[in-house]
């Protein structure tokens, strides 16, 4: 008898031990949590099951970043080799859908930086119900009706410490008063359901615990409405976002209440003479801008949302703002509906600070406005809210002090010389200024009203208002016991 012959494979068994596999539905780096190793290749493939399709989580994923993922990388594919996607830095809260018979995941490391990798979790799906995709879940064929006789159960992986926030940016099912149609079904990971939901719900939004959140979609087969877009993000402050890898989780471009979309910019603008040169970071990362070019029209809006979880304390916002061109635009930023932050015109060609102190638990929205030509390039980086107010941080300058004014000659001929007796100016304040020129404009108006020398004024056309041309505070150089004023009457 011959004996058995056996192929040994050093870099096989090297793999084997190196590369880890998939178990339970999830797949962690090597190493993970700790540094994945250098110079590593792994492959690894998932099979889908026929009737199915495979969504791929990224509940963390932080790799060495390059603008073209040429060093260290995870690259998915299906099963005819066709590339979804490269994914290196910080793609944490990414989704990646998969519709083919096979999932295949090639991990590669060079051999000088590492961080910690990677944990994935995989989660199939009937087809046709899609998945989260860059933090927000919409229904299928959304934001046409949804079709009937569906029934879809999704699962969000919530990052150890977090809670997430589930925001209803739009919410149309079928109506039921128990909710026995249509509905949404949210509850967390041990099954203890949080709400069912159906009818109109914009605005509404909840806060899951747990390791993951269980959601399912159900229609019956008589009603449809257009669904909903739902937004996911994780409570725990601060929250910041610089843009070098798109849009950080949570943030989302408008859908209904804006013409056009922000954009990812490195280096300067397309267009001449406007928008950053760098982003406000490195100098070499990314930012998000405007472009004002054609076909984009004055008047032209462009919106992105963050919802921030809360329930009305204080928090403090701040970013970055450039606002560099000959016709530059406005920019605004809402706190829900209140205006927190308001800018307009070329503001020259650097990057400026803002920051400023409101309520959590709202959407925060950047809202940029073209200006009259693509000469107004408007961009934003290192967004930052932190909870608390900002106390303690900069203040604005108070505004200048008013500067002394003489009368003229044609209103000292419609004024009335008024002397006060012991008046001291060293004590004049503010509130002392305006109740005193509360009491001149009463008495202007019952002047008006009784004597019949209220006669046209060429100063002004406004009815039965003074005019006093001198500020207390700032005027030494006067007799402080007289105070010009005027009463110029339509």
Known sequence: MKPSLRRTCPQCSFFAHVCSSVVNNTLQSPGYPSDYPRNTDCVYRVAIPCDKELVIYFNYFHLEYASSCVFDYLRISDGSNRVIGTYCGQETGRSVLVNDTVAVLFFHTDPIVQYDGFHLSFSFFPLGCGSVQNGSLRTPAYPN????????????????????????????????????????RIANGINDTIGVFCGQQIGNWVRVTGNFAEITFHSNSIVQRKGYELFFSYSGYPVSCNFDSGLCLGWHQSQFSDVFDWKSGTGGTPSFSTGPSSDHTTGSGYYMFIETSFPRQQGDNAELELFLPGNGELGCFSFYYHMYGADMGTLHVFSGKMIVFNESGNQGNIWRKAEGTIALGHKLTFEAIRGSSSWGDLAIDDVLITNGSCLGGPSPPPPPAPEPKEPSEEERLESVITEIQGLNTSEWNEPKEDAFKQSVAEAATRLCANDGNCIPSSLTNTSCVFYLGISLKTWPSRNENEIVTSFPFK
């Not at 009937?148 to 099912?173: A, E, M």
């Open 145 to 184: 009706y949804y079709p009937s006789n569906v029934h879809c159960v999704y699962r969000i992986s919530i990052p150890h410490g977090k809670d997430l926030i589930i925001y209803f940016n739009y919410f149309n099912l079928e109506s039921h008063s128990n909710c026995s149609y249509d509905y949404l």
